[in-house]
């Protein structure tokens, strides 16, 4: 018997923040990130972002600069102190909750983010979740460049990127379950079976409506 497909967005559905905002306070407060001006920027991106209007190239050529002379091992490491220290206590409890049932029966589990792979796959790490799908970025003598790699996990090229991971093939899955907040997952939203809204944006929710899609709010305890 075939086993469902259980897919996670990342920010503010699995984690109560945007962990890329969180990793660029992080960088700052390291003192790597010393422009004065960077978190006010990155708060004005971030908020086209939320009403889906980000150019995602704009968007990394602004998170990636003060990264060009850091190398990758020392990405890593910063990556995985700033997960650990302030983006898993942010994990919903709900989220804990249904990752481990899901674990138990033995699903197979997925994130998907548009945020940068090195990100997401710390944070799948630290919760447990061995997929993890986010934008790759191109290499460069030890040292990670803005440039995409591929397709970028971002609105639509999150349905290229999952396509590719299940090899071409939708029915490896008896059917695909998708949790989100983000009216960026729009077009995953229709591509699967089954979505699941968790704490939704307005313009998701509104769109919702005539989907019947079940509305979570998660942390509201």
């Not at 259980?6 to 660029?24: E, H, K, Q």
């Not at 990636?64 to 990556?79: D, G, N, R």
């Not at 949790?179 to 699941?196: A, E």
Request: hydrophobic content about 40%.
């Amino acid at each position: 018997m075939m086993q469902p497909l259980y897919v996670f967005d990342m920010d503010d559905t699995l984690i109560n923040g945007d962990c890329a905002m969180i990793w660029n306070e992080f960088l700052v407060d390291k003192g790597i990130v010393t422009d004065p001006s960077f978190l006010t920027e990155d708060k004005r991106l971030m908020a086209l972002y939320s009403r889906g209007l980000m150019d995602m190239e704009d968007y990394l050529a602004f998170s990636m600069h003060p990264l060009k002379a850091v190398a990758k091992e020392k990405i890593t490491e910063l990556t995985e102190e700033c997960v650990e220290e302030r983006i898993l206590p942010l994990l919903f409890p709900e989220a804990k909750t249904l990752i481990q049932e899901l674990k138990n029966d033995n699903i197979d589990i997925v994130i998907i983010s548009a945020s940068v792979t090195f990100l997401v796959k710390a944070v799948a790490k630290k919760i447990g979740i061995e997929h993890a799908i986010g934008i790759d970025l191109k290499e460069r003598n030890g040292y990670y460049t803005r440039h995409i790699l591929g397709t970028a996990s971002y609105r639509e090229g999150k349905v290229t990127r999952l396509t590719e991971w299940l090899g071409g093939e939708k029915n490896t899955y008896s059917d695909i379950h998708f949790y989100t907040d983000s009216i960026n997952d729009l077009p995953l939203c229709l591509y699967v079976d089954h979505t699941y809204l968790v704490n939704p944006c307005e313009p998701l929710k509104s769109y919702s409506e005539k989907k019947n899609w079940p509305v979570l709010f998660w942390g509201s305890q």
